[in-house]
């Protein structure tokens, strides 16, 4: 075997004599740093690896809270459903007196009074109806039971909305369309003729679509319970 090959067998099965060689030819550093390198990346992948799986833990996370919105997505989109529904209804129940209105102009100062006292029964059973969906719902919540349930419950010529007397107490349920701070005053006194009578706590609800703050402010001052629609 000549030289040559022998340089090149030991190269190949030799490590000793190969590092000899590298560091001869100043090989050394590149070798060292090569080693480095790998080591580096090494660390580089493990790290990448456990951020993965640290990502992966937050996005089964992120994917439970969507998840649970979009159940809270649904039961808000039936209740639009449902609002939507009632908005339809009332839509045509306007329509129906406005074509009255224009149709016979006639007799308009006549038609407008029906239809503002339509309106305004209108306007109080739906506003009873919603108050007492969400009442109930909180009764029910506290652990209250209902006794009785009475629209346009009458104390002493007295005459109040809505009535919902529960085991414990009372609820006095005054709807205005846009209550003002008189109408706060009248709930009060018609709460006290109210406990006069049932001998039970009384709390006063107010309802209405258009409670301007000051209102709101005061009669939550008085310990009303306030409803706005």
């Known amino acids: 075997m000549g030289l040559k090959e022998e340089l090149l067998r030991l190269l190949r099965e030799d490590e000793e004599f190969r590092y000899a060689v590298a560091g001869l ?7 060292a740093e090569l080693k ?4 580096d990346f090494n660390k580089f992948v493990e790290e990448s690896q456990r951020r993965w799986e640290e990502n992966n833990r937050r996005w089964e996370e992120n994917n439970k809270k969507w998840e649970e919105n979009e159940k809270r997505w649904e039961a808000n989109w039936r209740r639009w459903e449902e609002n939507e529904k009632r908005w339809a209804e009332w ?8 074509e009255d209105y224009f149709n016979f102009k006639s007799e308009v100062n006549k038609r407008f009074s ?10 109080e059973a739906v506003y009873t109806r919603y108050v007492w969906e969400d009442l109930s719902t909180e009764l029910r919540a506290s652990g209250e039971a209902v006794v009785r349930r009475i629209r346009n419950a009458e104390f002493d010529g007295v005459e109040v909305d809505l009535l919902v007397e529960t085991e414990k107490r009372v609820y006095v349920v005054e709807v205005k369309v846009r209550p003002r ?4 005053g009248a709930l009060l ?6 406990g006069s009578q049932v001998g039970k706590p009384v709390v006063p609800v107010l309802a209405g679509s258009y409670v301007g703050r000051e209102v709101e402010a005061y009669a939550r001052g008085k310990g009303v319970l306030v409803f706005t629609y």
């Open 189 to 194: 006194a018609k709460a006290e003729v109210v």
């Open 36 to 39: 480095r390198l790998r080591e």
């Open 91 to 98: 839509f045509e129940t306007w329509k129906k007196f406005l």
């Open 114 to 123: 029906r239809l503002e006292e339509n309106l305004g029964a209108l306007t």
């Open 181 to 184: 701070i008189d109408d706060v």
């Open 25 to 31: 030819l100043g090989l050394g550093e590149v070798l």
